[in-house]
């Protein structure tokens, strides 16, 4: 079965800074990977997804993550936080059998 | 377009009582998931469903849980008796089934918490 691995519980950071929220996955066939945030008393929101194609995607509010099949990884990125973005960050990967697992998660404090 | 409906939203409940959360999921939307989710932890699947049918319930503990959904629908999840650990999040998920893996879509989720 897939796992996830997300390398930092917490990441403090101040606006307007660049931000990496790390993630690592394990599995033995091919994957999909996800990442969700969750602002608080919400539930999840798909912010980008990996299914094929293009290594790098975006999502509309200026993350990004990079699908890094040697390295097994799945990083997500901003050039420049704001304090909007202060949340929880969910890596997920799955196969292809609606089967996902979730990260421990990733919160991110965007300090002014 | 209504996104995926939970309710309660809180609920506290003693020790041994039985406890019951509620899931509509969107529309058209044939997978229904539910989740565990503890504090500072990501979500666990506990039950999948496509359309009535439970197709992975393997996480479920079924000694004291329970879900059903019984025209492929909305969806209920009981507990019974309810212990101090299952204080936590219920989070319920719907997508479409397909042949690649489709986005779930969550509901804001019903927190528990067991005295």
């Known amino acids: 079965a897939q796992s996830v691995t997300q390398l930092d519980s917490q990441v403090p950071v101040f606006e307007e800074a660049p931000v990496e929220l790390r993630c690592n996955y394990s599995?033995?066939?091919?994957?999909?990977l996800f990442w969700y945030v969750q602002y608080p008393n919400q539930g999840l929101q798909l912010l980008l997804k990996y299914l094929s194609g293009s290594t790098l995607v975006k999502s509309i509010n200026g993350f990004e993550a990079e699908f890094n099949k040697s390295q097994t990884s799945f990083h997500l990125r901003k050039p420049s936080v704001h304090i909007s973005d202060t949340a929880e960050y969910f890596c997920?990967?799955?196969?292809?059998?609606?089967?996902?697992?979730f990260g421990a998660g990733t919160r991110l404090t965007v300090k002014p | 377009e209504a996104g995926v409906v939970q309710s309660p939203r809180y609920k506290i409940i003693e020790k041994k009582q039985p406890v019951a959360f509620w899931c509509n999921p969107i529309s058209g939307h044939n997978t229904l998931y539910w989740y565990l989710q503890n504090l500072g932890q990501g979500p666990e699947l506990l039950i999948r469903y496509e359309n009535e049918e439970a197709v992975d319930d393997s996480q479920l503990p079924k000694d004291r849980f329970s879900a059903e959904r019984l025209k492929g629908v909305d969806s209920t999840l009981k507990i019974q008796p309810a212990e101090l650990g299952d204080s936590a999040v219920y989070l319920c998920?719907?997508?479409?089934?397909?042949?690649?893996?489709?986005?779930?879509?969550f509901g804001p989720g019903t927190r528990l918490l067991v005295l």
């Open positions: 599995s033995s066939v091919s994957v999909y």
């Open positions: 998920a719907s997508s479409i089934t397909g042949l690649q893996q489709e986005t779930q879509y």
């Open positions: 997920a990967v799955s196969a292809n059998n609606n089967d996902m697992r």
